[in-house]
């Protein structure tokens, strides 16, 4: 199968749709979507909009009515339902592990179906434990009624990756937690996905989220229909109409400020011995000017000069004049 490769491969909707019986309306209307391998693209929009259904005909838990998915260059529709989807990594909000197995038992699922010999599980198993940030010693023989949600989800996540799919389908995988252990989550899973490369669609409704994990968006409303398709910086810069615009919110600066780094920004003089507050080349420009305010200053070090409030705002295009808005909408 296409699972030769690790890494992500290239998945094509073609004219999709899905019709469910006795539903005045498709839930999704012929849609046609190309994601690049190796790359996450978040499908986000409204409750009932067909995110959902759409993800779920990619491993066929959902059948479509008519259209093509091809993944890898191969056509889904002729594969194997249940072969296909242990090729394919799934994690879900409810997480769905089994109560009465270990987390080891549970993480080991597909490995176990594919035959693989048991020490290989075993090893595998330890790895991805690391890997999620759950020591796996203290964690392997537990039950998932022993860990906390945030834990439980992780597990989900490592499952999902146990046979090394190379596409990952992820519906709202972080939902069921509080914000901080979302955002906890949220980091771990950009590093993790930086050095996995994996072909991942993510469903989820937050916006916030989409922009921190997505290479690319889908803004999506009823029918799956697609009202636009680009990166995080691109549809924070240029919204495609006014449905696109009121996902983002008011807030589209502080956005973009939190996908460019420091680096990015050309810093001008020498900060030696200036006392001004400090930031990494690899800080985002929020966090510059989270810093900037903390320390009522229009400027901060870096690196490799000073980086002020001025160039920060030309960075995102903000004029001059519209300077003050941007600080008073962070306070
Ligand atoms: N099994 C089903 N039978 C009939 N209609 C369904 C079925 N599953 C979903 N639908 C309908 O299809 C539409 C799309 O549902 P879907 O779950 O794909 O949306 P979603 O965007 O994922 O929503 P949410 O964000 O609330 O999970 C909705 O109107 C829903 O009621």
Redesign the pocket.
């Known amino acids: 199968m296409f699972d030769r490769d690790t890494e992500g491969v290239r998945i094509e909707l073609r004219s999709l749709t899905k019709h469910?019986?006795?539903?005045p309306a498709p839930?999704?209307d012929n849609v046609t979507l190309d994601i690049p391998a190796g790359e996450l693209v978040v499908f986000v929009?409204?409750?009932?909009?067909?995110?959902?259904?759409?993800m779920?005909m990619i491993n066929r838990l959902?059948e479509p009515t008519s259209g093509e998915i091809l993944i890898g260059g191969q056509d889904v529709l002729s594969l194997d339902p249940d072969q296909l989807r242990r090729h394919i990594g799934y994690a879900i909000q409810q997480v769905g592990l089994f109560p009465h197995q270990t987390i080891a038992q549970n993480i080991g699922l597909v490995p176990n179906l594919l035959g693989w010999p048991a020490d290989r599980i075993s090893a595998r198993v330890d790895e991805l434990l690391s890997l999620v940030n759950l020591e796996p010693s203290a964690f392997r023989d537990r039950y998932p009624r022993q860990l906390s949600g945030g834990q439980q989800q992780r597990v989900g996540v490592a499952r999902a990756l146990a046979a090394d799919p190379p596409v990952m389908l992820m519906?709202?995988p972080f939902g069921a937690t509080d914000p901080i252990t979302r955002e906890h989550l949220q980091n771990e899973f950009v590093k993790l996905q930086k050095q996995l490369r994996k072909t991942i669609i993510f469903?989820t409704?937050d916006f916030e989220e989409a922009i921190k994990l997505g290479d690319r968006i889908a803004v999506?409303r009823e029918g799956?229909h697609i009202a636009q398709y680009d990166t995080p910086a691109a549809i924070l810069a240029d919204p495609a109409d006014e449905y696109v615009a009121s996902f983002i919110g008011q807030d589209a600066t502080l956005k973009r400020l939190a996908l460019m780094r420091v680096s990015e920004v050309s810093a001008t003089g020498s900060p030696a011995g200036s006392g001004l507050p400090q930031v990494s080349a690899d800080a985002s420009l929020r966090e510059a000017l989270d810093i900037m305010i903390a320390h009522g200053a229009d400027r901060c070090a870096t690196p490799s000069g000073v980086l002020t409030y001025a160039a920060l705002c030309e960075a995102v295009g903000t004029r001059a004049g519209e300077q003050e808005d941007v600080v008073s909408s962070e306070r």
Not at 20 to 23: E, L, N
Not at 45 to 54: D, Y
């Open positions: 469910y019986p006795g539903q839930a999704v929009g409204p409750s009932g909009c067909g995110k959902t259904t759409t779920k959902v519906d709202e469903v409704h999506l799956s």
